[in-house]
């Protein structure tokens, strides 16, 4: 059990860490195993609390003791924010099975068997480390917004985990994050990132990602790179006055994959998993779509 929770633990946190946050995660890992075989459980959480207190993919473990930090068990996968009324546990099960049946379509199986923690308030948002989104994924654990209560952000993040349960860590780590992020946006369909949103793009002349520029976001520091310079900071006003909001590099990414995906379908995919795995380069077993952009 405890060898199991230490692997948990350092496996939720190590995707998109930075070496010295793995590192750090690892060793709360350790503080765990260590404290629970010596039946502290309230101690380490408390320590586990305050260690996780910093950075917001740190206090995304918070996720790994969800009833601990405010959560209220549904079942044993969707956890939803304290006082949650019956009307919106029942719309989050009906989003995630939704969400599940697109995860279906596209890999023809859900793997992955994500946790789910739906907050419904900022502070919680905040408190694990998902301010500023409408969804998140921790590995295997996905947070949820408000807004994100829906099956479209609920299966873009589903995707991230599946992939990650897919795949193993080297060639997790050498795909592409706008692929990554593409085939999320094609498997959720979620308007805000659709063709149509492409379309509203180009017609209105707002800047966005080309495709070279688009391929060279490889790594996750030169995708979140991209999305400072193609974006303006004014959607939550846009919001609030009824316009269309503005999600140039999401759009990009899923006019890419979605054509891809349509091309060569579920068994192209899980192809391109398997030849990754292989550990046949990215660039190499990727059909390059040569239609005009």
């Not at 790994?64 to 989050?92: M, N, Q």
């Not at 947070?143 to 990650?164: K, P």
């Amino acid at each position: 059990m405890q060898k199991t929770l230490k692997n948990q633990v350092s496996n939720q946190l190590q995707h998109g860490t930075s070496a010295f946050a793995h590192a750090i995660a690892v060793g709360v890992a350790m503080m765990i195993v260590m404290v629970m075989m010596r039946g502290l459980l309230a101690v380490m959480l408390v320590m586990l609390a305050v260690l996780l207190s910093g950075c917001s993919t740190l206090r995304g473990g918070r996720l790994l003791a969800p009833e601990t930090f405010g959560f209220e068990r549904v079942t044993d996968k969707v956890y939803i924010e304290a006082g949650a009324d019956a009307a919106t546990r029942t719309l989050l099960q009906d989003e995630i099975r939704r969400a599940e049946q697109a995860m279906q379509v596209t890999y023809g199986a859900a793997l992955s068997q994500p946790v789910f923690h739906a907050c419904l308030s900022e502070q919680c948002l905040y408190h694990f480390g998902g301010e500023g989104t409408f969804a998140k994924a921790y590995g295997n654990r996905i947070l949820l917004s408000r807004r994100g209560l829906n099956w479209h952000f609920i299966a873009h993040e589903w995707s991230h985990a599946e992939l990650v349960k897919r795949l193993d860590l080297l060639a997790w780590r050498e795909m592409p994050q706008w692929f990554d992020e593409g085939l999320a946006v094609a498997v959720s369909e979620a308007p805000e990132h659709a063709e149509q949103h492409w379309q509203y793009l180009d017609a209105h002349g707002i800047a966005k990602p080309n495709r070279d520029e688009l391929l060279t976001l490889k790594k996750l520091a030169q995708w979140l790179a991209a999305g400072e310079r193609y974006q303006d900071g004014k959607n939550a006003e846009r919001r609030s006055r009824g316009e269309q909001e503005i999600h140039a590099l999401y759009a990009a990414a899923g006019h890419e994959v979605r054509p891809w995906f349509a091309q060569v379908g579920t068994a192209g995919l899980l192809a391109l998993i398997a030849q990754l795995n292989a550990g046949i380069d990215f660039a190499d077993t990727y059909p390059q779509i040569n239609a005009k952009r």
